[in-house]
């Protein structure tokens, strides 16, 4: 019975294309956009706060272009490592890391792999909540001795060794210099910006300025990371950063600040309100486009029984029951939806590829979305398609054979 | 004597119309036995359309008695009596009524469809049923492909498909010329033959000669019921 009955709504389906095609639209948009929804946006955010490290701020080196009050270079690095030094002391204040950091070729063996190599001291880990998978992580006589030591990423470590391969003890180089792996970091997925932080290399900050990057001014460091010791102690923490850096600096009142101090946890809040607030557009497209997609079928629907009804008493004629223009008419209906679900999928996950191979942005594609997508389109079908079909059962078979 | 095919009793149908009930058939009482073909004659208005609706089942009598076969079905369930047309009935219709969008062969195989038959042996027989009316070389055409003489004779595969014990025809040769109403008549007789009982409205007298037995009616009643004279019968 479903089997000529499927084939019939298919057929019913393609002898309109146009009007089908039209109709689906609502379904497709809809569709279209709970893809990206359903990939759990909100939840990559939550995610990468929470690798990132809580109650950070950063410190980033910025220009002396305003006064000159400084060097005359006019650019240049203006944070040192003293300045690290004198924020650790300050109260509420966990943990400090002087870091500098850049991308760079590694090289193990034959292969060679481009990674993040960041420079700086053990609070490093401590202030992201870093841990070791394996070996151990070094210490601050590391860093005064400037070892040749580094700890290596997921990603790093897989594209530089072979699976099963311990990296611990191994060498490899950065710059010419061989550096032995000590430890290796653990997993933590890609930050706000979609960069995979497991992309890195870490080494002592004196090591990766003398080996690595060179850099001109001794002990001048481009990025500062503090920690406070709880989020509500970070607009203290803020305000007597700021006013530390600007003593040692000797800025003076009218000038501007040589260095810029950046939550991260408020960036990666707005980073979550910007997801939310997307997420919510296009729940509100997709539930829109949803609805008016199934008036659309609905409407369709009744004009096509309207249209069918000779057809429709001709069938009960001979012999067809109520049930089955019921089921007829409901099948074709969800099919429509359905069939509209289908295309939608289609251009939602090629969208959300396409965004992902152009873009930094990366959308997760789940199969809970593409069913949920399909149960909600079902249930379109058969919600907007019961009144047509209802309509089309109810018919007097001599009414409708008498239709013109 | 075995059970009638048709056995109606006191019959009444009113409509209601605007101008409040309105008869369209007032007592009709008629007996139709197996293998009988019966014209039924009147003139417009005269409640044959009415009744050959109620002799369908298609619709349900205010009043009086009618059994099929035995059942009555005067109060049946709507269900019940789509089976029954489904399986007893053949309708042949004057505007043919073939689903356009369908071909032949599907609409031949239609009521096999609604009687769950599988898909090959609902194929199979309706090629039979379409060489049965000399037409299984457009199976697969679309209905408005062919005249309207070979319309009705799909139309009659379609009623013959389910092997039915009643066909019921309601002015079939109505939008047919006269060659292909004697063409259509002619095929009629050949079921009526086989044992097949058909009751067929007409207007005119040279298709009501083909049947055994014509039935007049006039304003919703029977007023003559006559078996159709030897000298017509020879004639065609
Ligand atoms: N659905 C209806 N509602 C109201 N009145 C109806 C309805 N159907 C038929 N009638 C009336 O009942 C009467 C009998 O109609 P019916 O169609 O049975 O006549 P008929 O004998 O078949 O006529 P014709 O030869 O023109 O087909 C007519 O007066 C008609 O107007
Ligand atoms: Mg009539």
Redesign the interface.
Known sequence: ?L??MLGEAW??MG?NRMRTALTMLGMVIGVGSVVPIGQGAQYAVAQTISTMGSNLYIVIAGSTSTGGVRTGSGFGPTLNVADAEAIAELDDVTHVAPTHQGTQQLVYGAKNWSATVVGTTPSYLDARSWTLVSGYAFSESDVRSATRVALIGKTAAENLFVPGEDPVGKTIRIRQTPFTIIGVLGAKGQNLDGRDQDDTIIIPLTTAQRKVFGVPFAGSVRVIMVQASSAEAMPSVEKSVTALLRQRHRIREDMDNDFYIRNLAAAADSAAETTRVMSLLLGAIASVSLLVGGIGIMNIMLVSVTERT??I????????????ILTQFLLEAIMISITGCLIGLILGIGGALLVNAITDMVIVISGGSVLVAFAVAASVGVFFGLYPARKAAALD??EA?RYQ | MAEAVIRVVGLCKSYETAAGLFPALKGVDLMIERGEFVAIMGPSGSGKSTFMNLLGCLDTPTMGEYHLVGRNVAHMPGDELAILRNRTIGFVFQGFNLLPRSNLEDNVALPLVYAHVEREPRREKARQMLARVGLDAYAKSLPARISGGQQQRVAIARALINSPRLILADEPTGNLDSHTSEEIMALFGQLNDEGITIVLVTHEADIAAHAKRQVRFLDGHIVSDVATPARALASC
């Open positions: 019975m089997g000529p057929h019913a002898s000779r057809e008493g001709i069938r009960m004629a001979i012999g067809a029951r109520q049930k089955d078979p001599i054979l």
